[in-house]
């Protein structure tokens, strides 16, 4: 049995379906983002000085890419996962002789494929606010992928048990958002008073902010290692725990 | 050898309604087998857990030599189900729908694209081929989803309730496609609520009820265990009286149709014989049910 056609075939349909609709997918990160680097970085980033010896809008720019990177891998897996449970064609792989594992990397790679694609629009469009020097492109590359692939499976994770389209929604807006934007977009740790500071380390997101941050211009908040440590780690657990879910049928079958 | 085989399957869901209770059942290969039971009675549940949809509690199933739980590849590599309602993605195409299908079944492409125009062209569907596919018609869905299910060329075909809902001149299409495919070795298994269908089309026959099979035979043999047949007389001249004859039961249902219950035994002629001695003519006549399911309504209250 050759697995990496099903493999193939279920990443060219997951592409397929996000290019297809490039308006609602595509578009709107690039629109947003702009609109972010024009307010914050340039219109009030000027006034704000600088953060770790950088300018504000350097400061930002990887923060605000991540977080594309975020949002657009979480929200392809658990709006064409949940899609695909709605409309009942899951029942097309689950009687096809397709193992779960092939399942689960099928759609995280699909998702991994749409956050890298808005991440580098959403690079793109920095460019034409500010030069990304790139100082470890090796650490940023990895963190990126890494990013993409760790919010994929949870987006997996949360469209197994979404039971209605509010269920898919309520993750990204109600978690993803508020850490993402308390991970250290905007600002630095440093920057925090007390409390709030140490409240701030035990937000996964900052990690991999600050790593991406140290991998494009050379400064961050954490240590680095400790951040692909907990990133690899997260992806590991939730890969194990998706497996289970799908060999148990959670969500899928009766 | 088998193309199904179950034993002692049971399924109890999480609710605690049991609805398998220990079937047995064998298909063999090349068959054309009617599996029918009234609504609830684990028709669903059963083709579920033979095509993977459902987690059986316990029992063993066995497709085409291969148990489902040890060699589940090979076990599902066998099945092509075409389920009740249209479960496939509504805004393919209608080739995208098939020949994806064809991929999870690693089928390399050159092959995949052949089988799809194949399956395609079988249920006269090539034309459409690049149709959005929810813009078919409810018997083109029904095709759709059988070529999909043929695509890999499965030995063992699973329709539940295909012609639910489309219309007898697409119905009947659909029976002389669904004969063609068993004809060239495709064993069936199929489920539907019109009893007509599973007696002009099926060799062998099981009857589930409250998750038990409680009739499996060749519908032969089944039909000739019927005692009495039931008919209704068309007649030439409205009638002032019942008539009476010997041997069988007769009821007026309107001024010119008459229905009478006829003893296996007995046959038709002496029937037509007393009628005829009391001056009715008869001009037509038919069953008043079809037989299968005279039957079955026997069988399942």
Known sequence: ?254 | MNALSIKQLKKTYNNGFEALKGVDLEVKNGDFFALLGPNGAGKSTLIGIISSLVTKSSGKVTICGHDLDKNTAQAKNCIGLVPQEVNFNQFETVKNVVFYQAGFYGIPKQQALQRTEHCLRQMDLWEKRNSISRRLSGGMKRRLMIARAMVHAPRLLILDEPTAGVDIEIRRTMWQMMQEVNRQGTTIILTTHYLEEAESLCRNIAIIDDGRIIRASAMDTLLSSIHTEHFLLDLARPLTSVPLVDGYQIEQVSSRTLHVAVPKNQGLNQLFAGLSAQGVTVSSLKNKSNRLEQLFIDLVQ
């Open chain 1, 1 to 254: 049995m050759n697995y990496s056609i099903a493999f193939k075939t279920i990443l060219k349909k997951e592409i397929l379906r996000f290019t297809r609709i490039w308006p609602q997918t595509l578009l709107p990160p690039a629109v947003t983002t702009a609109l972010y680097f024009l307010i914050f970085g340039k219109l009030i980033g000027d006034r704000v000085g600088e953060v770790h010896g950088e300018s504000y809008m350097d400061f930002i720019v990887p923060g605000i890419i991540l977080m594309s990177v975020i949002s657009h891998s979480y929200s392809n897996v658990v709006a064409s996962f949940y899609s695909t449970k709605f409309q009942r064609h899951i029942e097309e792989l689950l009687v096809a002789p397709v193992p779960d594992s092939v399942i689960l990397a099928g759609y995280v790679c699909g998702g991994i494929a749409r956050g890298v694609l808005v991440g580098c629009v959403v690079a793109a469009i920095s460019t034409l606010f500010t030069h990304i020097p790139v100082k470890h492109w090796e650490i940023a590359l990895a963190i990126f992928i890494l990013t993409a692939t760790l919010f994929s499976l949870a987006g997996f994770i949360n469209a197994v048990f979404a039971d209605s389209f509010d269920d898919i929604s309520i993750i990204p807006n109600f978690v993803l958002t508020p850490l993402s934007y308390l991970g250290g977009v905007f600002y630095s740790v440093n920057m925090l008073p007390g409390i709030w500071r140490q409240i701030a380390q035990i937000n996964p997101i900052l990690y991999m902010i600050n790593a991406f941050r140290f991998g494009l211009i050379g400064v961050s908040d954490v240590e680095i290692g400790l951040a692909f440590a907990m990133t690899l780690g997260f992806i590991v657990l939730l890969a194990i725990i998706s497996l289970i879910l799908l060999h148990r049928g959670t969500g899928v079958k009766n």
